[in-house]
């Protein structure tokens, strides 16, 4: 059996604006090469928290520092999506990441949308997947799995801690909720890394409280990384880390976050690939 490669590992623009405790924002050149020196394969631009000009602004900077383009899209009309997904094309993106702005009442009214969307990544030639996220056309778990068994070819973007949030999910997690889990995991083509908890959208993971729910995630990524394995003969799987700035990262009553957000991504990048190692058969080799 061939032996897989390393999991591939992003960082966030979104999250790199500012990057850390101190408030700072660092100019796009001096970000792309935090990353790159950082050992991340890629870039995710995040088209809600910024816009094209942004993604065209960033782009040599990523050329030069050997950085891949990851384009996450917040379409709010059904048309709009396809030029996001040329732009993404022009890019070199693995794949296009669809929060989608257009989320009908009705399962039966975002089956038709999720299709056109899926239609047009493959008339392009630039595949998609739908992100795991509040306030889009996946904003509830349950209608996600529904969406699911209605479109068999619809593949997620896991980012679980918004269903964790959505739900309420007591601790310890239901095996109902963890069969639901899942259900998401299974038809996951890549992951993200946050830590959330019923009341929170992003956790500070180095905070003896929160350890309980870093393990839910950790295991969650486990899960996640042997069904893809299960699914795909060889490669490795996308695993973006995306802490974000306030008001996702709480802060203290002077304005300052509570923790170090580039460590925290350093530490779950680390842990992720671990879990990959460990899954895929790799030789582990820790990551200073």
């Known amino acids: 059996m061939t032996a897989r490669p390393p999991l591939t590992t992003y960082q966030s623009l979104w999250a790199m604006q500012p990057h850390g405790i101190d408030g700072v924002s660092l100019s796009l050149d001096a970000i792309c090469e935090k990353v790159a020196a950082a050992g991340y ?43 996001t997904l040329v732009m993404a ?36 030639g630039m595949p998609i997947q739908f992100e795991t996220h509040r306030n889009c056309i996946t904003n509830d778990l349950f209608f996600t799995l529904q969406l699911l068994d209605a479109v068999p070819e619809m593949r997620l973007c896991a980012d679980l801690s918004h269903y964790v949030v959505d739900r309420e999910f007591w601790y310890p997690i239901a095996p109902e909720n963890q069969a639901l889990i899942r259900r998401c995991l299974d038809r996951s083509d890549s992951f993200q890394g946050r830590v959330a908890s019923r009341q929170q959208i992003q956790l500070q993971i180095g905070f003896p409280q929160h350890q309980k729910w ?24 996308l695993f973006l880390c995306e802490l974000g700035p306030p008001e996702y990262a709480i802060t203290g009553a002077d304005g300052r976050e509570l923790s170090d ?28």
Not at 214 to 227: I, L
């Open 89 to 124: 094309k022009d890019f070199g993106a693995p794949f296009v990441d669809v929060i989608g702005q257009v989320f009908p009442l009705s399962v039966g009214g975002a089956i038709p949308v999720v299709r056109r969307w899926i239609e047009m990544s493959e008339e392009v």
């Open 261 to 288: 957000r580039w460590e925290e991504a350093l530490a779950i990048r680390r842990t992720a690939m671990r879990i990959w190692d460990e899954v895929s058969g790799r030789t582990h080799q820790p990551v200073e």
């Open 214 to 237: 870093v393990r839910v995630f950790e295991d969650w990524w486990r899960q996640g990384f042997e069904s893809w394995c299960a699914r795909n003969p060889t490669g490795a799987p």
């Open 41 to 83: 394969h890629g870039l995710a631009i995040d088209l809600g928290a910024s816009d094209v000009s942004v993604a065209h602004a960033v782009r040599p900077h990523m050329e030069a520092n050997g950085l891949t383009p990851l384009i996450v899209a917040f379409p709010k009309s059904v048309p709009s999506l396809r030029e």
